[in-house]
């Protein structure tokens, strides 16, 4: 075993090798009240491109004009991949032009019948396979909001083919989508920039 390495505190009773196992396919929920969900979940996107994977960013609710840093870097790694072959393949998208953190543009059916259909998109993807890594950037709201039907989520995740992955961040996490995931980390805000006025600056936030 690597230096460092945490061996695991149950071994299951399930008949696969230790090699099968790292083979499964990962559920992931970052969720909670503090920042970084988003970040981390870009940073496994990172490793997986590195790892040859395809990756498909599927963004919910931030506004399509809202440029994040991580945006540009993924789309210049895809387009790298497209020249020289090495990493994995990228597709970046955003769910509908109108959606912002509050809602303002757009009317509430707008916004219910583009995340309906960025579900179905996404739930296609996956029942086709056609990436290996998916990053469901901020998806707990449209499912706290009764946008999207999380049982329709929990059973297209559940029974998913292939070795796909599935990270899914957003605070509030519905307690199904916790109880179907295999990897859950709550991030939990202790202090924060802006409870001392503060805005959102380069580097940090975008």
Excluded: C
């Excluded at 969720?31 to 599927?58: C, P, Y």
């Excluded at 399509?64 to 387009?79: D, H, I, N, P, Q």
């Excluded at 202790?190 to 936030?205: L, N, V, Y």
Aim: charged share 30%; glycine share 12%; proline share 4%.
């Amino acid at each position: 075993m690597p230096q460092g390495q945490v061996a695991p505190e149950n071994i299951p009773d399930d008949g696969l090798t230790t090699r099968q196992r790292r083979q499964l396919p990962i559920t992931a929920v970052h969720t909670g009240t503090g920042k970084g969900k988003s970040t981390a979940a870009f940073g496994m996107g990172l490793r997986a491109w590195n790892q040859r994977m395809d990756i498909g960013v599927f963004q919910f609710v931030k506004s399509a004009k809202w440029k994040v840093g991580e945006e540009s870097v993924y789309k210049r790694l895809g387009e790298f991949h497209d020249e020289t072959g090495e990493g994995g393949s990228i597709q970046w998208h955003k769910m509908g032009e109108g959606w912002s953190w509050s809602r303002k543009r757009g009317s509430e059916e707008d916004h219910e019948r583009d995340a309906a259909e960025g579900w179905a998109e996404i739930k296609r993807r996956i029942l086709a396979e056609e990436h290996d890594f998916y990053i469901l950037d901020e998806f707990t709201y449209p499912i706290k909001w009764g946008w999207v039907d999380v049982d329709d989520v929990v059973e297209t995740l559940r029974t998913r083919p292939g070795k796909q992955h599935v990270v899914i961040t957003g605070r509030n996490a519905d307690p199904k989508l916790i109880e179907v995931a295999d990897l859950v980390t709550v991030m939990e805000k202790e202090k924060h920039p802006m409870d001392q006025g503060r805005k959102g600056q380069k580097g940090i936030e975008w």
